[in-house]
C-alpha cells in the first residue's frame, strides 16, 4: 500500500508563505500523477493544483493561481507546494494526492471520485 507522506503545514500571517512537501515511493512519483485538494471544515474536498507525472504541466484552480506554485523533485521523489502570499480563505486541511487520471482534468473531478493514494493530510491556519 502507498503511503504519501505530507509536511510543511502550519500557522501563518495573511500575506505569508508555507512550503507543502509530499514524499511517495519511486515507483508512484514516476508513474502517477500528483496534486494537493484541501478541505476546510464543513465543505466539500477542492481541487488546489496538480503536476504530470513527467513534471512538464501544471494545473491550477483560479483560487491559488499566481499565488501557488506545485512542483517535483525527482531526485528526492518528493513534490512541493509553494503558497504565497496566503489568505484566511486558504485555511484548511490540505492532502497530497497520486493517481493515473490526466491531471488536466483533477479539476472537474466529481466528489464521489476516489483517487488511488492520498497523505494523511497537513493542516494550513492563515490567521488575518
Known amino acids: 500500500q502507498e503511503q504519501l507522506v505530507e509536511s510543511g503545514g502550519g500557522l501563518v500571517q495573511a500575506g505569508g508563505s508555507l512550503r507543502l512537501s509530499c514524499a511517495a515511493s519511486y515507483r508512484t512519483f514516476r508513474s502517477h500523477n500528483m496534486g494537493w485538494f484541501r478541505q476546510a471544515p464543513g465543505k466539500e474536498r477542492e481541487f488546489v493544483a496538480a503536476i504530470s507525472w513527467s513534471g512538464g504541466s501544471m494545473y491550477y484552480s483560479d483560487s491559488v493561481k499566481g499565488r501557488f506554485t506545485i512542483s517535483k523533485e525527482n531526485a528526492k521523489n518528493t513534490m512541493y507546494l509553494q503558497m504565497n502570499s496566503l489568505k484566511p480563505e486558504d485555511t484548511a486541511v490540505y492532502y497530497c494526492?497520486?493517481?493515473?487520471?490526466?491531471?488536466?482534468?483533477?479539476?472537474?473531478?466529481?466528489?464521489?471520485?476516489?483517487?488511488?493514494?492520498w497523505g494523511q493530510g497537513t493542516q494550513v491556519t492563515v490567521s488575518s
Open positions: 494526492v497520486a493517481d493515473p487520471w490526466a491531471a488536466s482534468a483533477w479539476s472537474g473531478a466529481s466528489p464521489k471520485y476516489v483517487f488511488d493514494y
